[in-house]
C-alpha cells in the first residue's frame, strides 16, 4: 500500500480524497493554486505545495509543477480526482515515466477511450450495442452528406470531448454549418483538438450508466446503474440511483454490457459506461469516464462500496475482496449539485465570500463541499461549490429527504441553484420518474439548450 499520496485536484474531490486516504493510514499532500491558498483541502492534507497562479492552465493543468511536487514530497502515488487531468494521457503516462502511479487505468487505455471514435470502433468491435453515426468529419461538406444519410435530428460531438463540451444539437440543415464551426472551435479551445463526428440524435431518451471496478486480473463488478437525465447544456444536475426505469432484465443486460466493454480495452479501476435508454429499451454506448465521476457518492449510498478506497486498492496490485453477486443495492439515493449560478439569468456564474452557511444533516444524509463561513469562492474554477447527497429506503422516501435538506441549505453572499433544483424534484415528471435529458428544454421553453 501506499505510504502518501498527491491529491492533484482542488475543492470536494479533493477533500474526498483526503478523507479516504486519512481513513486507510496514508499521507496525503495537497497542490493548490494562489487563489486556493486558503482552501479547505490545502488545510486538511498533510502537506501542501503551491504549483501556480489563479489559472488553471498554470496550476492544476501545469503537469510539470504537480510532478515536481509529487517528486519533491516523496509521494509514491497521485490521485488525480475528476476534471483537470484526471483523463488526461500524457499526464498518466508521465507519471508511469516518473515511477509515480496513477491512481486510475494505464495510459493507454485512457487515450483508446478519450479518443470518442476510438471507442466508438472499440465497441463496435466487441459486440456492444453504439448510437448510430459516423466515423470522424473530414469537411463542412462531409458531415452534409452523413448527416442527409443519418437523418435530422443529429448531434456534432467533439472527438476529445467531455463535460458537454464540443457538442451541438442539430434539427435541420440549415443549422448545420453554424453549429459546426461552433462545435470545432469549442473543442479545439478546450482540448486542443478540433475533430467532430456525428451521432443520431436519440429524442426523450433517458442517460443511464454504470459504476465498474475492475482489478488486475480483469475481474469486473458492477455495482448497479445511475440515470443522470436532468441536465442543463449537456451537464448533469441531478443524479438518481437506481433508475425507475431499468427492470431486472435490463440491469442484467447493463451488467453483460459493461463487463464486455472493460475487457475489451484491458480496462483496471474505476470507471463509468454511460449509456442512452430509447423509449423502446433499446440501450446505446456512449462512452466510458476513465475517472472517478461527481455522482460517485450515489453509488456508494446504495452499495455500501467505498469506490475511492477502491480505487487506491486496486491501483496498488490488491483485488476485489467481492463478486458480482454480493453487491446488493436494496436502497435509492439521490445527489443535487450545488452550483454558484443564477438560474433566472441565464445560470450567469456568481463568487464571492459567503457570509453565512448551514449544512443540511440527519440520517442517510451527506454533503461534499469545500465550503466555509466566511470562505471566498474564486472566479476561475468551475461553479459546482456543493452535493448533497441522500439515502432513503424507497425513492419517495429519498425524494422527500432531499427536499427537506435542499429546504435547511443556507449559503448567503453568492447566487445558486438549490430552490431550482427543490422545483424539478416537486415536479410530476421526476416524481413518477417520467423525465429525460430534454426535461429541462422542455421546462424552460426551449431556453436551455
Not at 491558498?37 to 489559472?55: F, M, N, Q, T, W
Not at 496550476?59 to 483537470?84: K, Q, R
Not at 456534432?156 to 464540443?166: I, M, N, V
Not at 475511492?308 to 483485488?319: C, D, E, H, N, T
Request: with cysteine; proline share 3%; charged share 20%.
Amino acid at each position: 500500500m501506499f505510504s502518501k499520496i498527491l491529491v492533484a485536484n482542488r475543492g470536494e474531490i479533493a477533500i474526498r480524497i483526503i478523507r479516504a486516504c486519512k481513513e486507510m493510514g496514508i499521507s496525503t499532500v495537497a497542490v493548490f493554486s494562489e487563489a486556493d491558498r486558503d482552501a479547505l483541502h490545502v488545510s486538511l492534507a498533510d502537506e501542501s505545495y503551491c504549483i501556480g497562479p489563479a489559472p488553471a492552465a498554470e496550476s492544476y493543468l501545469n503537469m510539470a509543477a504537480i510532478i515536481t511536487a509529487a517528486v519533491s514530497s516523496g509521494a509514491s502515488a497521485i490521485h488525480p480526482g475528476y476534471g483537470f487531468l484526471s483523463e488526461n494521457p500524457v499526464f498518466a503516462s508521465l507519471c508511469e515515466k516518473c515511477n509515480i502511479k496513477f491512481i486510475g487505468p494505464s495510459s493507454s487505455v485512457i487515450a483508446k477511450m478519450g479518443d470518442k471514435d476510438m471507442a466508438r470502433r472499440t465497441m463496435k468491435a466487441a459486440g456492444v450495442s453504439v448510437i448510430p453515426g459516423t466515423e470522424i468529419l473530414n469537411t463542412l461538406a462531409e458531415a452534409r452528406s452523413e448527416a442527409a444519410r443519418i437523418g435530422y435530428p443529429v448531434l456534432l460531438k467533439a472527438r476529445s470531448g467531455g463535460g458537454g463540451k464540443g457538442i451541438r444539437l442539430v434539427r435541420q440543415e440549415s443549422e448545420l454549418e453554424n453549429a459546426f464551426n461552433m462545435a470545432r472551435n469549442e473543442a479545439s479551445a478546450s482540448f486542443l483538438d478540433g475533430a467532430l463526428y456525428l451521432e443520431k440524435f436519440i429524442d426523450s431518451a433517458k442517460h443511464i450508466e454504470t459504476q465498474i471496478l475492475t482489478d488486475n486480473k480483469g475481474k469486473t463488478v458492477v455495482l448497479g446503474e445511475r440515470e443522470c437525465s436532468i441536465q442543463y447544456r449537456n451537464q448533469k444536475l441531478i443524479e438518481e440511483s437506481p433508475s425507475c426505469a431499468v427492470s431486472d432484465e435490463l440491469r442484467g443486460r447493463l451488467i453483460k454490457m459493461s463487463q464486455a466493454a472493460a475487457f475489451a480495452v484491458g480496462y483496471c479501476n474505476a470507471g463509468t459506461i454511460e449509456c442512452l435508454l430509447d423509449k423502446n429499451g433499446n440501450v446505446y454506448f456512449m462512452e466510458m469516464n476513465t475517472r472517478l465521476q461527481v455522482e460517485h457518492g450515489v453509488t456508494e449510498m446504495v452499495s455500501g462500496v467505498d469506490i475511492v478506497k477502491w480505487q487506491i486498492r486496486i491501483a496498488a496490485g490488491l483485488p476485489l475482496t467481492f463478486s458480482q453477486d454480493d453487491v446488493r443495492c436494496s436502497k435509492c439515493a439521490i445527489e443535487c449539485r450545488i452550483n454558484a449560478v443564477n438560474p433566472h439569468n441565464n445560470f450567469m456564474p456568481s463568487c464571492g465570500k459567503v457570509s453565512l452557511l448551514h449544512i443540511p444533516g440527519g440520517p442517510w444524509v451527506r454533503f461534499d463541499s469545500a465550503l466555509y463561513q466566511n470562505y471566498v469562492i474564486p472566479p476561475y474554477y468551475d461553479s459546482m461549490i456543493a452535493k448533497i447527497i441522500v439515502c432513503g429506503g424507497t425513492r419517495e422516501e429519498a425524494i422527500r429527504k432531499m427536499q427537506a435538506a435542499l429546504c435547511e441549505l443556507v449559503i448567503e453572499g453568492i447566487d445558486h441553484n438549490a430552490d431550482f433544483l427543490a422545483d424539478i424534484l416537486s415536479s410530476k415528471e421526476f416524481g413518477t420518474g417520467d423525465y429525460y435529458t430534454n426535461f429541462l428544454v422542455k421546462r424552460e421553453g426551449g431556453n436551455v439548450v
